[in-house]
T-cell receptor
Framework: EAQVTQNPRYLITVTGKKLTVTCSQN?????MSWYRQDPGLGLRQIYY???????DKGDVPEGYKVSRKEKRNFPLILESPSPNQTSLYFC?????????????FGNGTRLTVT | GDSVTQMEGPVTLSEEAFLTINCTYT??????LFWYVQYPGEGLQLLLK?????DKGSNKGFEATYRKETTSFHLEKGSVQVSDSAVYFC???????????FGKGTTLSVSS
């Protein structure tokens, strides 16, 4: 089954404790991206990757890192999480870097930073 | 810059009622337009899309027509079901094609 898989689904952590949210897709998509969803703000892009070893900042990249060493994986790293990073995070992928292709989303990771 | 404006929710309807969720956009050129749906506890799924002016996207009884004149892409369904309860997002690609710009979402609640 074609899918984007994120782990974990739920994560509670404390301020400053490094964490990684994994994302993997099995559709051989070139493009991958991370969004965060917050009440009243909708979805905002954190980082994106047009292909292996090519990553770039989205609208809200501060406090996050990503890497794209393999085509299928695109982990999101929070080196020193803070409470304002409490949010619902989504990984997404699509077949090309062209904007007209639809995005495929994972089921989300709900992160709470205390 | 490009943007999407959706009607605020929540929208509460009885089963078999007619649904309209308004979406207007601001964009340079004529990008593709999308509606995504988010069911409780799940990620967003593509509901329908339209790639050019006057195109009508349709899926699962939902329809939306790309109106260049009014810069709108309103979502409609003739008879909603309880299972349609979800959050609906209107979206378009940014100019660089590197991200989707989403509206803030409209929550639909359908009761039997």
């Amino acid at each position: 089954e074609a899918q984007v898989t994120q782990n974990p689904r739920y994560l509670i952590t404390v301020t400053g404790k490094k964490l990684t949210v994994t994302c993997s897709q099995n559709m051989n998509h070139e493009y991958m991206s991370w969004y965060r969803q917050d009440p009243g703000l909708g979805l905002r892009q954190i980082y994106y990757s047009m292909n292996v070893e090519v990553t770039d900042k989205g609208d809200v990249p501060e406090g996050y890192k990503v890497s794209r060493k393999e085509k299928r994986n695109f982990p999101l790293i929070l080196e020193s999480p803070s409470p304002n990073q409490t949010s619902l995070y989504f990984c997404a992928s699509r077949i090309t870097g062209i904007g007209n292709s639809p995005l495929h989303f994972g089921n989300g990771t709900r992160l709470t930073v205390t | 810059g490009d943007s999407v404006t959706q009607m605020e929710g929540p929208v509460t309807l009885s089963e078999e009622a007619f649904l309209t969720i308004n979406c207007t956009y601001t964009a340079t050129g004529y990008p593709s337009l999308f509606w995504y749906v988010q069911y409780p506890g799940e990620g967003l799924q593509l509901l329908l899309k339209a790639t050019k002016a006057d195109d009508k996207g349709s899926n699962k009884g939902f329809e939306a027509t790309y109106r260049k004149e009014t810069t709108s892409f309103h979502l409609e369904k003739g008879s909603v079901q309880v299972s349609d309860s979800a959050v609906y997002f209107c979206a378009l690609p940014n100019q660089a094609g590197t991200a989707l710009i989403f509206g803030k979402g409209t929550t639909l609640s359908v009761s039997s």
